[in-house]
């Protein structure tokens, strides 16, 4: 999977992909604008923003929609990376960063996130590097949506999540969390486990729980 490195349209952006391009990374370049959901890499390296784009909210976003890679920030400043870390991302380096450094910081986050490339609870299994799910070995063809809601409830263990929290896991914060989104989709990924649409449990009251 590539390697996707924001471009926020400094000269930062453009001397990390080159880097990175160097020693043989697979590297895709993509404006920071356009970078708006879950994206197919194991790391996205992401500049501080520019006037128009915020790269915290594209932090944020990407976390709420379930992306699963390891985010590294390049800031101009501490302050700036702290708030870039409380949005989402797993390390900060300091821009412009050494060559080196930047290089050591991409391989050490490929090998934490493939860590956490497979999640399993009970029959389900989750294949996040390549958004596939499986119910006892059996493949299925999910929606985004419908992934993004088994995600969280296999992340989740057993426990019970409420319909707001996954509301909030797979349409963001700023969505309606009254809507019928969860409810609607549930219903279709129930239909697509077959006969095992037993698994995920409705807690009258409380939310959903995937059955171990």
Known sequence: ?????????????AAATSVLQRVGFQVTALPLGAL???SASDVIVIGPGDADHDSATVCARLRDRAYVGAIIALGVDRARGIALLEAGA???VLAPPSPTELVARVRAALRRSHLR?????GDVEIDLAHRLAYVRGRSLG???REYGLLVALVEASGGVLSRAELHRRVWGRNSDPKSNLVQAHLSRLRDKLEGDARLIENI?????????
């Open 36 to 38: 708006q959901g879950p």
């Open 90 to 92: 797993d390390d900060f």
């Open 117 to 121: 490339w497979r999640s399993r609870s």
């Open 204 to 212: 009258r009251g409380s939310g959903y729980r995937l059955v171990q």
């Open 1 to 13: 999977m590539p390697i996707v490195v924001v471009d926020d349209g400094s000269r930062r952006a």
């Open 142 to 144: 999910l929606t985004a």
